[in-house]
């Protein structure tokens, strides 16, 4: 074989082994789908939060320390996997709104630092984060998420902004005096300024979908909090358990009826 034959396979084995390397995502492509599950596991978190730390009386640090370990266990389950699963995938995310639900709590209540003393200081974390990863690795986008190294960012940005978004949400619904249905339509209607940015302008898409999922948080944890807080204090009063047992199981059907896929690097 000629000179330029090995050349060619040369080139072509390159190309495939690059090919194969962006492919490798370990997490799911952002679909309609994904922003569902996303606000349903958000909601589940201020739940299942609630229920383990409030309805079963273990407090906040006991829960938080119970979410954290759970937390933990699951990112390690996440980063050694070989290729992007979605059921680790969302038990991950899952994991991470209990544990901020129960942690925001822990510091804003148990702590005494308030909710706005909370929200800067997560707020101020969140950003410190994104920065470094970037720094770091040259991008946030998610579908660069391929090694350990950018795992270990992304999981840590999510923790943070999960963290924050339930004191956001306390603090509209509760020290703004907003309510549960007021805050719930502020954040869905900065959600929406989001998507429009997104289909009318060309701003940066890394930063509009961490927009979109710090903005997810809050509006989950107003609406879980609307579920389950009593009538007199603007809720539904429902059960704790049957509201997660609900959300849970619609979170299940739509990782195992819709299709999902790892995100494929852009170019």
């Known amino acids: 074989m000629g000179i330029?034959?090995?050349?060619?396979?040369?080139?072509?084995?390159?190309?495939?082994?690059?090919?194969?390397?962006?492919?490798?995502s370990k997490v799911p492509e952002v679909t309609l789908i994904f922003w569902m599950i996303k606000i349903a596991a958000t909601t589940l978190g201020e739940t299942a939060?609630?229920?383990?730390?409030?309805?079963?009386?273990?407090g906040y640090l006991v829960g938080t320390v119970i979410f954290a370990a759970l937390?933990?266990?699951?990112?390690?389950?996440?980063?050694?996997?070989?290729?992007?699963?979605?059921?680790?995938?969302?038990?991950?995310?899952?994991?991470?709104?209990?544990?901020?639900?129960?942690?925001?709590?822990?510091?804003?209540?148990?702590?005494?630092?308030?909710?706005?003393?909370?929200?800067?200081?997560?707020?101020?974390?969140?950003?410190?984060s994104l920065f470094v990863w970037y720094r770091s690795l040259g991008s946030i986008a998610v579908d660069t998420v391929n090694s350990p190294k950018a795992e270990?960012?992304?999981?840590?940005?999510?923790?943070?902004?999960?963290?924050?978004?339930?004191?956001?949400?306390?603090?509209?619904?509760?020290?703004?005096?907003?309510?549960?249905v007021g805050a719930g339509l502020v954040f869905g209607g900065l959600l929406v300024l989001v998507a429009l940015a997104y289909y009318l302008t060309r701003f940066s898409r890394p930063l509009l979908f961490w927009m979109a999922f710090i903005l997810t948080r809050p509006l989950g944890a107003v609406i879980g909090d609307f579920?389950?807080?009593?009538?007199?204090e603007g809720g539904l009063a429902l059960s704790r358990y049957s509201a997660s047992a609900a959300l849970c199981?619609?979170?299940?059907?739509?990782?195992?009826?819709f299709p999902h896929r790892a995100a494929a690097k852009s170019h």
């Open 4 to 24: 330029d034959g090995v050349g060619n396979r040369r080139e072509n084995h390159n190309h495939m082994k690059s090919t194969a390397e962006e492919a490798v």
């Open 49 to 58: 939060g609630d229920a383990v730390s409030m309805s079963m009386d273990l």
């Open 71 to 128: 937390f933990l266990a699951a990112v390690v389950v996440q980063i050694t996997a070989k290729k992007f699963h979605p059921v680790i995938y969302w038990v991950t995310i899952v994991a991470t709104t209990t544990v901020g639900t129960t942690l925001a709590d822990f510091a804003d209540r148990s702590l005494g630092i308030g909710y706005a003393g909370g929200t800067s200081l997560l707020l101020g974390l969140l950003l410190a």
């Open 152 to 180: 270990m960012f992304y999981w840590t940005t999510i923790m943070f902004s999960q963290t924050l978004g339930t004191a956001l949400g306390d603090w509209t619904a509760d020290t703004a005096g907003l309510g549960y």
């Open 227 to 232: 579920l389950d807080k009593p009538v007199a």
């Open 249 to 257: 199981a619609f979170i299940v059907a739509c990782i195992f009826i």
